[in-house]
């Protein structure tokens, strides 16, 4: 019985080896498939502020006092643009460019996403998670949009990309466990009789092919382990 304060000791001592194995493993396994954010917000004024405020009341008939989203799915984008820069520039003013009238006449609010992605799957967050981005029509009050910069020509979505679109859409929905659907931008009229669209006007409709099938595809299936709810059949 004397020997026994020895014999723990010992064993506790047997056991840190075996013990920092694991941990570093554990740790080696998360910063594998944990995914880096880097904040790069696009300006944040009462003007985005009133606008995305507008756009929730215009286009859902949602009245708020703050422009939040309750985030239900996640809509993975291009942008076409070649670059990071030019990219977060197109995203950057509160106000729609001139050069977009086809959606001016919706709202002035510009355009955005909550994540940019660039192509070589660095992940930048543009605005928080829960504010509204307006990136596709009729879902904006649930959707938390991500864009991949490229996606054409010269500049077709890359491995890193995927990768990166893979670990923040898993970090997205270990957050955020509600989110049921991950769909891209080209499949967003699917929704159109969903009870969570909410566009009021049939009229207001812009065609879409980002961020193409197999982008989509693939993410879905690779992240199939969270028992995404399946697209809607299209109703014509
Ligand atoms: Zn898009």
Sequence with gaps: MKKLPLVIPLIRFK?????????????????????????????????RKQLSLEYLETRYGLVQEEPTITPKMIVVHWTVIPTLEKSFEAFNPSKLPNWRPEIANASALNVAAQFLVDQDGTVY?????????????????CAIGIENVGGTGDKELTKAQLKS?????????????????VIGHLEYTNFEDHELWLEKDDAYRTEKTDPGVDFINTIRKKTSKHNWKPVPEKIN
């Design 15 to 47: 056991m840190i080896p075996k013990t920092l194995f694991i941990f570093a493993t554990v740790l080696l396994l998360f910063s594998c498939s944990s995914v880096k954010i880097i904040q790069k917000p696009v300006t944040m004024n009462e003007e």
């Design 165 to 181: 679109n893979i670990k923040l859409i898993n970090y997205l929905k270990m957050k955020y466990p509600k989110i049921e659907y």
């Design 125 to 141: 967050s543009l605005l928080p998670e829960t504010y509204l981005a307006r990136h596709v029509i009729g879902l904006n009050h």
